[in-house]
Structure formats: C-alpha cells, structure tokens
C-alpha cells in the first residue's frame, strides 16, 4: 500500500509540475498579444493552444502520457471565430484555455489597478480625496 501511495504522490506531482510548465508557457505567449493589445478571441485562444502544446521544451520536459492529459478532448467543441471569448456558460475548460484566460483576466485587473492608482495620485495632488 506504501509503494502504490508514493507512486500517486509522484504522478501528482510530476501533473503539478507540467501544469506550471504548461502555465508558465501560456502566459508567455498570451502576454505577447496583450501587451499589443489584442483582444481574446476564440481563434486566438486556439492559436495559443496550437502553439503552448507544441512547444518543443514542454514536449522534451513531460513524457507523452502527461503530455496526453493537457490535449483537449474531442468531445469539446469550441468556435473558432473572431468573436470574444465568453465561459459564462461553460464550466469546464481545457487548462490551455483557462491558463490563457486567467492571463488575460490578470492584465485586466492590473490595467484597472494601475488606472484606478493614476486617479487616486491625481486626486491625491489636486486635493480632492473623494476624486470628485
């Protein structure tokens, strides 16, 4: 019982790993189109899945079972447009989509910090705390 414990803690943590690997290229490509200021469509998000799970490192890092488990299943079917990518829907993701999606969401939320901390400095200068 010991020995099958350590072998499914060991391919837990190779998963965790290859999903930070995975991650960590997701938001390096996904970075790329948002400091240009794209906008996450369905057919960008499927070229950054064509593109993370091609990555040569990544295949040369994970054997090919682990490589499996990131493939989006057959069964998932998503549009391949130019339209805005809406999971409102939806509740499952394949984690290439959801790792390119939390990018996008963190740009965001660092994009309105940074804006809401250039009003809160303006306002600081002028005076008015309120900003009114």
């Known amino acids: 019982m010991n020995n099958l414990n350590n072998e499914q803690d060991l391919a837990a943590l190779r998963f965790k ?9 997701v938001r ?18 499927h070229a950054i899945e064509a593109e993370a799970l091609a990555d040569l490192g990544f295949a040369s890092r994970h054997d090919p079972f682990m490589l ?20 409102s829907r939806s509740n499952a993701l394949p984690a290439v ?6 990018a996008y969401d963190d740009a965001e939320k660092a994009k309105a910090g940074a804006t809401k901390r250039r009003i809160g400095d303006r306002d600081h200068a002028t005076g008015r705390a309120w900003g009114g």
């Open 68 to 87: 499996g488990l990131f493939q989006r299943p057959g069964d998932f079917q998503f549009p391949e447009t130019d339209d805005a990518v809406d999971f």
């Open 28 to 45: 390096h490509i996904a970075a790329r189109y948002i400091v240009q200021q794209v906008p996450l469509t369905w057919r960008l998000l």
């Open 17 to 25: 790993s290859a999903a930070r690997d995975l991650e960590h290229i």
């Open 97 to 102: 989509f959801a790792f390119a999606v939390a």
